[in-house]
């Protein structure tokens, strides 16, 4: 819970840096990309940003997650892709591959309401 507790504020503090005060009050929802190798429960999160929220003027903001794909790259030939399933040989050469992402919780979207202007 403690993990899941900070990245609840992280995404609080993002919100704060990047609207005003009349911004905070449209946000609908906040898209938030979590990496498929990310150990944190998302039920958590939410759980703990529902607390969070309760003290600013964005409380009506819903939390949403979007699973990201991996992205990979070939050790031999360098090649970068993505994959939604998990990956051993490069599509290129063969090669063995390394992930490169995964593991990163970010904002991905910002929801406003339609009417603000
Ligand atoms: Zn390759």
Redesign the pocket.
Known sequence: MHHELSIAERVKIFLENNFDKNQLKDIKRIDIGIGKLVMADKENIREAFDMIKKETVFNEVEINFITDELRYE?K????KFSSADYELH?P????NLKVLTGEEIYIKNVERSPNSK
Do not use: M, P, S, V
């Not at 031999?76 to 090649?79: D, I, P, Y």
């Not at 290129?92 to 090669?95: E, T, Y």
């Open positions: 070939c031999e030939c360098g090649e490069c290129k050469c063969g090669g």
